[in-house]
C-alpha cells in the first residue's frame, strides 16, 4: 500500500496532467471557434458586399440605359435634323429655280424665302453640331458606365466564387467543434475528479501529520515526565543519605576518641610498670 504523501504526489501528477490537456484542448476550441467567427462574419460580410455590388450595378446599368437612350433620341434627333437640312435645300433650290423665270416682285419674294431658308439650315447645323457635341460626351460617359460595369461584375463573380470556400471552411470548423466540445468537457471532469482526489489526499496527509505531531509531543511530553519523576527520585534518596553519613561519622569520632583513651591508658600503664 502506498504512503499518504506518495498518493498526494500521484493526484498532483495526475491532476497537473489533467489541467495541461485541458488547456490544450480549450485552446483547440479557441482556435475552431475563431475561424468559425471568422468564416460565419466572412459570409455575412460578403452577402453585404455582394448586395451593395448588385446594388451599384443595378444603379449603373439604370445610368447606362439611360445615357444610351439619350445616345439614340440624340442620334434620332441629329438624323432629323439632317434629313430637315436636305428639305430646306431642296427647298432653296426649288425657289432660286423659280426666281429665274420670274418677275422683279417675285424675285424679291424668293430672295425673302431663301434668307429664311439659309437662316433655318444655320440653326438645324448648329443644331447637329451641339448634339454631336452632347453626343461624344454621352459616348464617354457610356463608356466610363460599360467599364464600371465591367468592374462590378467581376467583383461580383469574385464575392460569388468567393463564398463556396467560406461555407466550406464554416462546415469544417462547425464539426470540429461538435467534436472538440464533448472532449474539453470530459477533460474539464477529469480535471475536477483529479482536484477533489487531490484535495482529498492532501486533507488526509494533514490530519496523519497532525496526528503524528500529536504523537511525538505526548511522547516528548511523556519523557519530560520521566525525567521529572527520575530527578526527583534522586533527589529523595540523596537527602534519605545524608542523615547516616553523619550518623556514621558521629560513630567514627566516638571511635577516634575512644582509641585514642585506650592508647593514653596503655602509655599510662606501660611508664608505670617502668617505674
Same mark, same amino acid.
Given at each position: 500500500?502506498?504512503?499518504? $504523501?506518495?498518493?498526494?504526489?500521484? /493526484? ?18 479557441k482556435v475552431v ?13 460578403? *452577402? ?16 447606362? !440605359? ?16 439632317? *434629313? ?16 429665274? /423665270? ?19 439650315? =444655320? *440653326? ?6 451641339? =448634339? ?7 459616348? !464617354?460617359?457610356?463608356? !466610363? /458606365? ?11 463573380? @469574385? ?10 471552411q464554416l462546415k ?50 511523556? +519523557?519530560? @515526565? ?16 545524608? $542523615? ?7 560513630? @567514627?569520632? +566516638?571511635?577516634?576518641? =575512644? ?5 593514653v591508658k596503655r ?9
Amino acid at each position: 500500500m502506498t504512503s499518504l $504523501p506518495a498518493q498526494a504526489k500521484s /493526484y498532483g501528477i495526475k491532476k497537473a496532467e489533467a489541467t495541461k490537456l485541458r488547456r490544450k484542448g480549450e485552446n483547440k476550441l479557441k482556435v475552431v471557434l475563431s475561424q468559425k467567427r471568422r468564416s460565419s462574419s466572412g459570409l455575412a460580410s460578403l *452577402e453585404r458586399k455582394k448586395e451593395a455590388t448588385i446594388r451599384q450595378r443595378d444603379h449603373i446599368m439604370q445610368l447606362l !440605359n439611360q445615357a444610351l437612350a439619350q445616345k439614340e433620341s440624340l442620334e434620332r434627333l441629329k438624323t432629323m435634323a439632317e *434629313e430637315r437640312i436636305r428639305q430646306e435645300q431642296d427647298a432653296r433650290d426649288q425657289v432660286k429655280q423659280q426666281s429665274e /423665270y420670274g418677275g422683279p416682285d417675285e424675285k424679291a419674294a424668293a430672295a425673302e424665302r431663301l434668307k429664311f431658308i439659309d437662316e433655318k439650315i =444655320r *440653326e438645324l447645323r448648329a443644331e447637329i453640331k451641339e =448634339r454631336e457635341a452632347a453626343e461624344a460626351r454621352l459616348v !464617354n460617359t457610356i463608356a !466610363n /458606365y460599360e467599364r464600371e460595369k465591367s468592374t462590378l461584375l467581376l467583383k461580383l463573380q @469574385k464575392e460569388i466564387h468567393a463564398k463556396p470556400g467560406l461555407i466550406e471552411q464554416l462546415k469544417a470548423s462547425t464539426k470540429t467543434e461538435a467534436r472538440l466540445r464533448p472532449q474539453v468537457k470530459s477533460m474539464i471532469k477529469r480535471e475536477a475528479q483529479a482536484e477533489k482526489a487531490l484535495a482529498l489526499a492532501r486533507k488526509k496527509l494533514a490530519v496523519a501529520q497532525r496526528k503524528r505531531a500529536q504523537l511525538a509531543a505526548k511522547r516528548r511530553k511523556a +519523557k519530560r @515526565k520521566a525525567k521529572r519523576k527520575i530527578v526527583k527520585r534522586k533527589s529523595k534518596t540523596r537527602t534519605k543519605k545524608s $542523615p547516616k553519613r553523619k550518623k556514621i561519622s558521629k560513630r @567514627k569520632a +566516638k571511635m577516634r576518641s =575512644r582509641r585514642r583513651r585506650r592508647t593514653v591508658k596503655r602509655k599510662a600503664s606501660k611508664s608505670r610498670r617502668r617505674k
